[in-house]
């Protein structure tokens, strides 16, 4: 550890892990609180709304719901929920779903209380008024949005995604119920997991990292290693579903304080241009961005390589990193994740707008090898 630098951990809201978890959300909630439910309209046909709407009705609390969400939240459709929330006299926002619901149910607590824009307080404009709290309930085992204090959400006026950072927007209550993945698709279930995949590495190799995110972030890459092949194949299995619910939160505590790096720069305008799912958009770059790491960073990718799995004893630390990346790849293929965007039929064509997304991102200044607008181009066309 550097001597002379401050290290910072910001530890989440209350997290409540197990099956039937949910039931705890009837404790948390105050009888006079109303309640907004930001999800999506495959939520509710799997019935998991329905579970969290008898609670509330269980205990007498008035609740609205909002089941618009969509993936990659738009800023227009936050202008929605925020609508709902003021209009019914909301004072807590419920976000239910994957990480875009949550990011939505923090987005609409910004816009249902404050007065400036989504884009003005992505780039830094002050909160001067109080947050509603957020209830996170994930139903993936991907974005660990109950553990962090970002919302991610679409411009599509400007084609990007935006970013906003807050301490105050860290979800007061995180349930994590693996009894409410078993109605995740296999393909999603292997997207999210490869995203919660990429928060733990980005987090261990990037320059805001520390001992104890390093210590949260290697067991994250060892469990979601060990068990989302498993997860994918049974997600009604509740042993392997907690064990990759409990990982993605830790990699969601993990670069709540960390940071991200270029896998994330470099996925955000491919969502927002090519409209590729992020946890995906997450994969095609990961291992690509550890190779270019790799002489920045051999040590930590080497013991990466090792939590994975792979033998690298008696092995030069140089030799030892070299097995991180294809160990990812590796996996990513078992997944069946694509490696190429062209897989996907997409005819991938770089923008210089893009690279200067790229460059002006805060994962990229986190990112622990630094990289040139030429560089970053041939990162974008090792996946094209």
């Excluded at 799912?277 to 550890?290: D, I, K, R, S």
């Excluded at 990718?301 to 030799?319: D, F, H, P, Y």
Aim: proline share 6%.
């Amino acid at each position: 550890m550097d001597p002379l630098r401050i290290y910072q951990y910001w530890a989440p809201g209350k997290v409540l892990f197990g099956p039937n978890a949910l039931n705890e959300l009837k404790a948390e909630i105050g009888l006079k609180e109303i309640p907004l439910l930001t999800t999506d309209k495959g939520i509710a046909r799997s019935g998991i709304l329905k579970k969290v709407t008898d609670l509330l009705d269980e205990i007498k609390v008035r609740y609205c719901v909002f089941d618009e969400v969509e993936p990659d939240p738009s800023i227009e459709t936050v202008e929605k929920a925020s609508e709902v929330y003021r209009r019914d006299g909301c004072t807590l926002v419920i976000g239910l779903g994957g990480g875009s619901s949550i990011d939505t149910a923090k987005a609409t607590c910004i816009r249902s209380s404050q007065e400036g824009s989504l884009v003005e307080y992505a780039a830094g404009k002050p909160m001067e008024k109080p947050l509603p709290p957020v209830i996170a309930i994930p139903t993936t085992a991907g974005t660990g949005s109950e553990a962090t204090a970002v919302a991610i959400i679409s411009d599509h006026h400007n084609i990007q995604k935006i970013a906003i950072r807050n301490p105050r927007l860290v979800p007061r209550v995180a349930l994590l119920d693996p009894s409410l993945l078993g109605s995740l698709p296999a393909k999603v279930a292997a997207e999210t997991g490869a995203d919660a995949l990429s928060h733990a590495v980005e987090a261990y190799v990037g320059l805001g990292s520390h001992t104890v995110t390093d210590a949260l972030a290697l067991t994250a890459i060892r469990m979601i290693s060990q068990n989302v092949l498993g997860f994918m194949g049974n997600r009604g299995d509740t042993g392997v579903a907690g064990q990759m619910l409990l990982a993605s939160c830790m990699a969601g505590m993990c670069f709540n304080n960390a940071g991200l790096g270029l896998v994330h720069s470099l996925a955000h305008p491919v969502g927002a241009y090519f409209h590729v799912p992020h946890g995906l958009a997450c994969a095609l770059y990961l291992p690509v961005v550890m190779e270019f790491n790799a002489s920045a960073c051999p040590e930590k990718l080497a013991s990466i390589a090792e939590a994975m799995g792979e033998n690298v004893g008696g092995l030069k630390r140089e030799a030892a990193a070299e097995k991180a990346w294809p160990a990812v790849r590796g996996l990513l293929d078992r997944m069946g994740i694509p490696r190429k965007l062209s897989q996907l039929g997409i005819q991938f064509r770089l923008e210089p707008k893009m690279v200067d997304d790229v460059l002006s991102a805060g994962p990229t200044k986190n990112n622990p090898r630094k990289a040139d607008r030429a560089e970053i181009a041939r990162l974008f066309e090792a996946a094209a």
